[in-house]
């Protein structure tokens, strides 16, 4: 069973920094891409970062310049630093992962999510 369990949420004031951990355990062969999304109150979840297995990155718009996605293939886990933090970052954030078993079939899995809150 693979799964993957997220840390490093919390309240922090605007402008302040956070970096959000996502650790996959459980057997597999290897992680393809990995992704961090976010889902406010009343809004629809949406896609923050992602990275590839060979480190290639995208950012949304929203968060170009200030949040940086990045992974450790030996630890099997990806990060978000997230800087210059706005109320408008409030959040829950997910990462998933598409993993590939040993049988070389392909499947997305969800962490819990963790709760990031940028109030004053």
């Known amino acids: 069973q693979v799964q993957l369990v997220e840390s490093g949420g919390g309240l922090v004031q605007p402008g302040g920094s956070l970096r959000l951990s996502c650790a996959a355990s459980?057997?597999?062969?290897?992680?393809?891409?990995m992704a961090w999304h976010r889902q406010a109150p009343g809004k629809e979840r949406e896609l923050v970062a992602t990275?590839?297995?060979?480190?290639?990155?995208n950012h949304a718009d929203s968060v170009k310049g200030r949040f940086t996605i990045s992974r450790d293939n030996a630890k099997k886990t990806v990060f978000l630093q997230m800087n210059s933090l706005m109320p408008e970052d409030t959040a829950v954030y997910y990462c998933?992962?598409?993993?590939?078993?040993?049988?070389?079939?392909?499947?997305?899995?969800w962490g819990q999510g963790t709760q990031v809150t940028v109030s004053s």
């Open positions: 998933n992962a598409v993993v590939v078993s040993f049988s070389l079939m392909r499947q997305t899995y």
């Open positions: 459980g057997r597999f062969f290897s992680i393809n891409d």
């Open positions: 990275i590839s297995s060979g480190g290639t990155t």
